[in-house]
């Protein structure tokens, strides 16, 4: 089932997309608010583990039932738990852009109970009824979970097929989330401050905005005000790729979406994209995707 809905909280205005499947629910919303101003929410006995992604937008996160409260910047993921759910939200921007996952708590266990150590770990303390997060430290949202949460908002499937769909979601979300932990705590991180991760997630920012037309390193660097080696080596750090990697993925992925939802003809993406030939765009398509441009356009 797919429901639209738009909430006043507080002054703030909320505008999401809820799916539901099998107990689970995934959710898109967007929150728009006055700077400073703040909402509150809660929900009693839901019983649910939250995979919780921030897309777009900074604000200051307290949740009660943890006692603590996260001063979050755009680009961030987590998985809570607790019995009941009670937030306090401060916009510093003046829209919020987050996405979330709800498995009821047995079905949770279900699956991680045999998982990494980290999973098993929160799922033994969810089923004794411990308020908690899977980690104190933030994941970032890299490419291959912005990818899957965008297919989830994409997606044009219908009936049975949609829902066998949304579910290989959740659970590739549930997977991606626990390497991301897994491979943010085998390391002592080069990005410290939080100004430069702020600095890092703006480079993330510009190239979604600039994917036809991107700047080159320089430009970037003088943009956000890091220097060059700061700027590569963070963005590795944060999104698990070069920022070079990262436009080509970014560029393959909206070539995808104008092949299944336009009628632009492969050359002409091509040559929207920035690619020298219409082949090298379709060398590097089927690279990733397996396919050529020509059988994606056909078999939608």
Not at 59 to 78: A, E, M, P, R, S
């Amino acid at each position: 089932m797919e429901e639209k809905l738009e909430r006043i909280i507080d002054n703030s205005i909320i505008r999401s997309t809820i799916w539901t499947f099998d107990e689970i629910k995934m959710g898109h919303a967007i929150s728009s608010a006055e700077v400073g101003s703040t909402f509150s929410t809660g929900q009693q006995n839901s019983d649910v583990v939250r995979l919780h992604f921030g897309l777009k937008g900074d604000y200051v996160f307290t949740y009660k039932q943890l006692n603590k409260t996260y001063d979050l910047i755009g680009g961030h993921h987590n998985i809570m738990f607790s019995k009941d759910f009670d937030i306090v939200v401060q916009n510093k921007t003046a829209e919020v852009e987050t996405f979330g996952v709800q498995f009821p708590r047995a079905v949770f266990v279900n699956f991680t109970q045999n998982a990494t150590d980290a999973l098993k770990r929160f799922a033994e303390a969810i089923m004794n009824d411990k308020s908690i997060m899977l980690s104190e430290n933030w994941g970032s949202i890299d490419s291959p979970i912005q990818q899957v949460i965008q297919q989830v908002i994409n997606c044009n499937y219908s009936g049975d097929l949609k829902k066998l769909f949304m579910l290989s979601k959740c659970i590739e979300l549930l997977v991606l989330c626990a390497e991301s932990y897994d491979l943010a705590n085998k390391k002592d991180p080069f990005i410290k401050s939080k100004a430069d991760k702020e600095k890092i997630i703006a480079v993330r920012d510009l190239i979604n905005d600039r994917v036809t037309d991107p700047p080159n390193l320089s430009q970037i660097s003088r943009l956000v005000g890091l220097n060059e080696y700061k700027l590569k080596r963070g963005f590795k750090e944060t999104f698990n790729n070069t920022v070079f990697g990262y436009l080509a993925e970014q560029r393959l992925h909206l070539a995808h979406q104008y092949l299944r939802d336009t009628k632009k003809t492969a050359a002409e993406i091509s040559y929207e994209l920035g690619y020298a030939t219409p082949q090298h765009f379709n060398n590097a398509f089927k690279k990733k995707f397996g396919l050529t441009p020509f059988s994606v356009r056909n078999n939608p």
